[in-house]
């Protein structure tokens, strides 16, 4: 093991041409190097194998955080979150990902001004970042008709986020409209995602999904000592 973590970082990376590795890089990947193998060492090789075959990053995280818990490394509730926040990226990845500020700025062909008048109005779904940026869903643009054109907000994303209010924080509006559900599903029955739906002009279908899940399932009954109760 020593041996292994003494090794230069760059040593052990698949992809050729990367020298240039900080410091702190090298000091988070040792850390994490370290963690895994002694998780590793004391798991079962059933669960050590399921971890390694994990066909994406997120597959693989999500497989690990599993070793953790039962190495006794992290809390149940810290792996609730983490399991969380891996589903999704999971979701977000397959829809097509988010863009950075600057790259929405570049993609859309706006100021930065106008991307933030954009989401301060609601008019665009956008997700905090843990360095205090946004990102963006790709799946939420449609793409233009023509070279001349820049992609724009799907019609539609506005009132989805006014029927999801304040009830709905953006990583579950996301997760909600990011995963192909068979509530979205068009003509044919198939599975859609919330963004696909929209994309397609089912507009009201989504929203009026996004405001079941928002309405409390008590809203409109009798109040207490009511007729009806």
């Known amino acids: 093991m020593a041996t292994l973590l003494n090794e230069p970082l760059a040593n052990l990376l698949d992809t050729p041409g990367i020298t240039d590795v900080s410091a702190q890089v090298e000091a988070l990947v040792v850390r994490m190097a370290s963690l895994a193998l002694t998780v590793a060492d004391a798991a079962p090789a059933a669960a050590v194998t399921r971890a390694l075959a994990a066909a994406s ?3 693989f995280l999500a497989a690990f955080a599993e070793l953790l818990v039962a190495r006794g490394v992290t809390a149940p509730g810290a792996l609730a979150m983490l399991r969380g926040r891996i589903a999704l990226a999971d979701v977000l990845k397959e829809s097509g ?20 008048s954009w989401r301060d109005t609601k008019k665009i779904l956008a997700l905090p970042l843990s360095d205090g940026s946004f990102g963006y869903p790709v799946a939420q643009f449609a793409p233009p008709a023509t070279d001349l054109e820049r992609p724009r907000p799907l019609p539609g994303i506005a009132d989805v986020l006014a029927a999801a ?4 924080a953006p990583s579950e509006l ?16 198939r599975p859609r995602t919330g963004f696909a739906a929209l994309a397609e002009g089912d507009v009201g279908l989504v929203v009026g999904l996004v405001a079941h899940v928002t309405t409390p399932a008590d809203e409109g009954a009798p109040l207490e000592g009511e007729p009806g109760e």
Do not use: M, N
């Not at 996301?174 to 044919?188: E, N, P, S, T, V």
């Open 57 to 59: 990053p997120e597959a």
């Open 97 to 116: 990902g988010l863009l950075r500020a600057d790259e929405a700025q570049a993609r859309l062909g706006v100021t930065r001004a106008t991307l933030q």
């Open 165 to 168: 209010g304040d009830a709905l």
């Open 174 to 189: 996301i997760a909600l409209l990011a995963a192909r559900r068979d509530a979205f599903a068009g003509a044919d029955g």
